[in-house]
């Protein structure tokens, strides 16, 4: 069994950085892309940040230059570091994997539970 676990939200000031991080455990035989999608309140899930196993990047335009993904492949974890955070950042954070449980398997992709990121004064 697969899972993704995030941490790191809260509550942060208009300016501020968090890093979000986000572990899969369980049984992995090999992880390809890793992202940061976030669901604000009345709204659709949207991407935020993707990172391949290869470790190219690609960001939403909202968030460009602002973020940065990144992983480490030997804990099986995704980050993302967010600055200059904006009250338009507030939202829950999910962290998604696509994911080969065994060698035997195809590609699945996971989905954590998400983390709260608020940003207000």
């Known amino acids: 069994q697969v899972q993704l676990v995030e941490s790191g939200g809260g509550l942060v000031q208009p300016g501020g950085s968090l890093r979000l991080s986000c572990a899969a455990s369980?049984?992995?035989?090999?992880?390809?892309?890793m992202g940061w999608y976030r669901q604000a309140p009345g709204k659709q899930r949207e991407l935020v940040a993707q990172?391949?196993?290869?470790?190219?990047?690609n960001y939403a335009d909202s968030v460009k230059g602002r973020s940065t993904i990144s992983r480490d492949n030997a804990k099986n974890t995704v980050y993302l570091q967010m600055n200059s955070l904006k009250p338009e950042d507030t939202a829950v954070y999910y962290c998604?994997?696509?994911?080969?449980?065994?060698?035997?398997?195809?590609?699945?992709?996971?989905w954590g539970q998400g983390t709260q990121v608020t940003v207000s004064s």
């Open positions: 998604n994997a696509a994911i080969r449980p065994t060698y035997y398997s195809t590609w699945e992709t996971y």
């Open positions: 990172i391949t196993s290869g470790t190219t990047t």
């Open positions: 369980g049984s992995i035989f090999s992880i390809s892309a």
